[in-house]
């Protein structure tokens, strides 16, 4: 399967560039003044330093983390979806389409029984039924879905996000 990101380019990362990146996925909103004060550099380096991280892919964007239920999106689900045997060829397109639904806030390409789980913010039951028939079940290259019902969510220390 192609990766949508793009080739990355293979680098050794630094301790500075390390420590970047740490400080930015505690918060990355912080300007790069403090960025710079953090890592022990110039504010000129770093900035420097930044564009090369996102120029070799190891910072691939900034992102908000929301409220999806502030959104309207009450109901959170994660799909598992297995792909029929022919269909194989179809990964890409498929990945490429769940991307562009609303409906869906991130799409995993997994090993073993399933080939995707796919986490989806609806409104409510009957929406997570109409994307689940409409955009999954509906199509021929889709084998099988599974739904599980996300009743709460937290993030790890891994995932970049400002713990209170």
């Known amino acids: 399967m192609n990766d949508v990101r793009g080739p990355r380019r293979a680098r050794e990362l630094t301790e500075v560039d390390l420590a970047i990146v740490e400080v930015l996925r505690r918060d990355a909103r912080t300007p790069n003044q403090e960025v710079a004060r953090q890592a022990g550099i ?21 992102h908000a983390d929301v409220d999806l239920e502030a959104l309207g999106a ?48 609806v409104g409510d039951a009957g929406a997570l039924r109409d994307f689940v028939v409409d955009q999954l079940s509906s199509h021929a290259e889709v084998a099988s879905t599974q ?8 993030r790890g220390a891994g995932s970049g996000a400002a713990t209170p």
């Open 42 to 62: 110039a504010p000129s380096t770093c900035s420097v330093r930044m564009r090369a991280l996102e120029r070799d892919g190891v910072i691939t964007g900034y």
């Open 74 to 121: 009450a109901l959170q689900a994660m799909v598992a979806v297995r792909l029929r045997a022919g269909a194989r060829h179809q990964l890409p397109d498929f990945t490429a389409r769940m991307r562009r639904r609303p409906e869906v806030v991130s799409v995993f390409f997994v090993g073993g029984a399933e080939d995707f789980l796919v986490h989806v913010a």
């Open 147 to 154: 739904t599980s019902v996300i009743f709460e969510h937290s």
